[in-house]
């Protein structure tokens, strides 16, 4: 008995298996699940674009309103890229995208930086991200 409920339940497991889609190989990298706004800059730029100014602003308007602290992790260069033209490039994004925010009325005291330089996960080298800071 035990082998046949155990025959029927792989039977039933590969029948699953199969009718689920297939995940596309290629496409758009995934968002972060802790980002909560994610800035993209053109290759060695730092200032805001039409469309991130846009977003930036519209995020503020909801964000504000709430008490919680922000990280902004500010990426520039290849991966793993630490030189200090990498690493300015990416402080210099991270204040375009944190005066943008107190602009916009978020409080500047909630707001941390992080100039990391290059990627150091599979996302777009040429980005600011925003999360909610631990402390």
């Known amino acids: 008995m035990i082998s046949r ?6 039977a039933i497991a590969l029948l699953l298996a199969s009718a689920l889609p297939a995940v596309a190989a290629e496409g758009p990298l ?15 730029e730092s200032a805001l674009s039409p469309a991130a100014h846009d977003e930036i ?3 503020a308007t909801d964000i504000r309103r709430q008490s919680s602290r922000l990280l902004i992790k500010a990426y520039a260069g ?10 300015k ?15 916009e009325g978020v409080v500047g005291d909630r707001i941390r ?3 990391l330089g290059g990627t150091s996960d599979s996302g777009p080298q040429d980005r600011v991200d925003i999360v909610l800071s631990g402390g």
Do not use: C, I, W
Not at 5 to 10: D, E, K, M, N, V
Not at 78 to 84: A, I, L, N
């Open 113 to 115: 930086v992080r100039a």
């Open 89 to 103: 490039l990416s402080l210099r994004r991270a204040v375009a995208v944190m005066q943008k925010l107190v602009g």
């Open 57 to 59: 602003a519209a995020f």
């Open 30 to 44: 995934p968002f972060p699940e802790t980002a909560l706004l994610r800035v993209a800059f053109a290759p060695n």
């Open 78 to 87: 290849p991966p793993h890229d630490t030189s200090s033209t990498a690493r």
């Open 5 to 10: 409920s155990r025959t029927g339940l792989a």
